[in-house]
């Protein structure tokens, strides 16, 4: 079965330093891998999703992703955090070629200190 | 054009009551899905619909929750006795259906659901 781990439930960072936020996968088979933001109020954004092609996935807002097959990871970074990126984070997993249904992981809740 | 919607936004209800929560997917949309986020507990798969394809309940917690599309279209989830384990903000998806490769999951803003 898939599942996802994202240690911890809060990170907090200054402006205009590294957002690192850590996922790590469980999969028997290759999969998706997803990164999804919640902001306040607001309902679920797809922020990149890595499917098999370029290891690298860059998505909205200047985050990027690293699917790393040894490490089964696929840990989100942006080079430098931006007061709206307070939000909620989440990572997901899904099996390639198989049921279309996602696997979160518990989130990750962002602050971003002035 | 307009995006996953999600009625009623917040719910409150009496234990034992019978609950109906909706979702309108995005017009064209074959594949629906419901979740539930709970406090702490990130997000659960409840149960995906695709086409006229039977419905994937796998995710549903237990026999008091259902949920029906109807006309491949909108749809309602129930949950029948309610109890206060059920309070979470239920979330609807929709996406194309053309395979998790190629597409996207577009969510709703959730109904938020709490049982007294």
């Known amino acids: 079965a898939q599942s996802v781990t994202q240690l911890g439930s809060h990170v907090s960072v200054s402006e205009g330093a590294l957002v690192l936020l850590r996922c790590n996968y469980s999969?028997?088979?290759?999969?998706?891998l997803f990164w999804y933001v919640q902001y306040p109020n607001q309902g679920l954004q797809l922020l990149l999703k890595?499917?098999?092609?370029?290891?690298l996935v860059k998505g909205i807002n200047g985050f990027e992703a690293e699917f790393k097959k040894s490490e089964t990871s696929f840990h989100l970074t942006k080079p430098s955090a931006h007061m709206s990126d307070a939000a909620e984070y989440f990572c997901?997993?899904?099996?390639?070629?198989?049921?279309?249904?996602?696997?979160f992981g518990k989130g990750m809740k962002l602050t971003v200190n002035p | 054009g307009a995006g996953v919607s999600q009625s009623p936004s917040n719910k409150v209800t009496e234990k034992g009551k019978d609950v109906e929560l909706r979702c309108d997917p995005i017009?064209?949309?074959?594949?629906l899905y419901w979740y539930r986020q709970s406090l702490g507990q990130g997000l659960e798969f409840l149960i995906y619909?695709?086409?006229?394809?039977?419905?994937?309940k796998s995710g549903l917690p237990s026999d008091r929750f259902s949920a029906e599309r109807t006309g491949g279209s909108v749809s309602t989830l129930t949950i029948q006795r309610t109890q206060q384990e059920d309070s979470a903000v239920y979330l609807c998806?929709?996406?194309?259906?053309?395979?998790?490769?190629?597409?996207?999951?577009?969510f709703g803003p959730g109904t938020r659901l709490t049982v007294l």
């Open positions: 998806a929709s996406s194309l259906g053309t395979g998790l490769s190629t597409d996207t999951q577009y």
């Open positions: 999969s028997s088979v290759p999969p998706y």
């Open positions: 890595y499917t098999s092609a370029a290891t």
């Open positions: 997901a997993v899904s099996e390639s070629g198989g049921s279309e249904k996602l696997v």
């Open positions: 017009s064209g949309h074959t594949a």
């Open positions: 619909f695709q086409g006229n394809s039977a419905p994937d």
